[in-house]
Structures are given as C-alpha cells and as structure tokens.
C-alpha cells in the first residue's frame, strides 16, 4: 500500500511563510533611505531664513517664535520630503527602518521641546542655539543608526556646533544659522546627489 503523499498547496503555504519570514527580517534589518537630500537643502534655505527674520542678537519672545515656527516649517518639509522619496523607491515610509529611524529620533526632540520652554521660562534664551544643535545632532546620529553612514556624520556635526555654541553663547546666533542652514544644505546635497533624492 502506498504512502499518500503530503498536497502541493501545503508546501507551496509553506514556502510562502517562509518568504514572508524572510521579507520581514530584511526590512527590518535594512537601512531607512528616506532620509530627503532635497527636502535637507529646502530645509537648510528657510532656516537662513528664518535666522535672517530672527535677528542675529536678539533672543527675546520674537525670536524664539521666529525659530518655533521654522521649527514646524522644517519638520513639515521633512516628512513631506521623506514621504516623497519613500513613494518614489516604493517603500512604506514608516517599513522596519522608518519605525526604527523615527522611535531614535523623537526622544531628543521631546526633550528639545520641554528644555526649551523651561530655558524661555527662566530667560536663559542664550544657551537655547546650543541646546537645539545638539539635541537635534542627537537625535539624527540615534535615528541615523538605522539609515546610510551620511546620516550620522551630520547629526555628529550638528552636535559639535551645538557644543560650542553651548561653550560660547556669543556665537549661538550665528552657529544656529551655519548649522541648521549651512549643514542641512551641505549634507542634503550629498543625500540628493549620492543616495537619489
């Protein structure tokens, strides 16, 4: 009497699963290449904007909205840009590398947030271009763990200049405007041209 033999559909299941497994692992072990090279430069150019609006000196309620609302500009370009490039490679912008980019990132900008209005509260606007430099180096090189080297090369640049404008408050107003204007435009023509977008 012969053995029945298992049904192809059971072994194709099988395969599929595996597939699956597969598919998965390498997402999630993959790098986030959405970070926006384009998006970087826009954002680059209405930061020098924004630190031209702001006043090179001045660190009063004015400028600390001037910022607040480049802040938003900038994070809104951000994801617009990264939620383009994501579409264009046809990539879920939020795949294990998003998620993992976006989980580093956002606990140093929360922090950004809170010291920031204590700072305000407390009048201590100067150490404010410090403290964002180097929380938002911060938080670029932690997500950029899960993206292309470039990344954290800038956010360690943005933190040297968030430490020395912590270390010379004097300058904060113009290391605030060469880092998140100049480094953005440096490093998000590197992204655009080398990492396509």
Not at 65 to 74: C, G, R
Not at 111 to 130: D, E, K, N
Not at 136 to 154: D, E, F, K, T
Not at 155 to 182: K, N
């Amino acid at each position: 009497m012969a053995i029945p033999r298992p049904q192809p559909l059971e072994l194709q299941a099988h395969a599929m699963d595996n597939l699956r497994y597969i598919r998965q692992t390498i997402e999630r072990a993959g790098s986030f290449t959405a970070v926006p090279g384009l998006g970087g430069v826009l954002m680059g150019s209405t930061a020098l904007v924004a630190a031209w609006a702001a006043g090179p000196a001045a660190r009063g309620a004015r400028w600390v909205a001037v910022w607040m609302a480049e802040a938003l500009v900038a994070a809104a370009i951000g994801v617009a840009g990264s939620a383009w490039k994501s579409h264009r490679a046809k990539l879920a912008l939020l795949s294990g590398p998003g998620r993992k980019f976006a989980a580093a990132f956002t606990p140093a900008m929360a922090a950004g947030a809170l010291l920031t209005a204590v700072l305000f509260q407390h009048g201590m606007t100067a150490l404010l271009p410090g403290l964002w430099l180097l929380l938002y180096g911060s938080a670029i090189v932690s997500g950029g763990s899960a993206s292309v080297r470039v990344v954290p090369l800038m956010g360690f640049c943005f933190m040297a200049a968030g430490a020395a404008a912590l270390l010379e408050p004097a300058a904060g107003c113009v290391l605030l405007a060469a880092g998140f204007g100049g480094l953005h435009i440096l490093f998000g023509t590197v992204i655009a041209v080398k990492y396509g977008g």
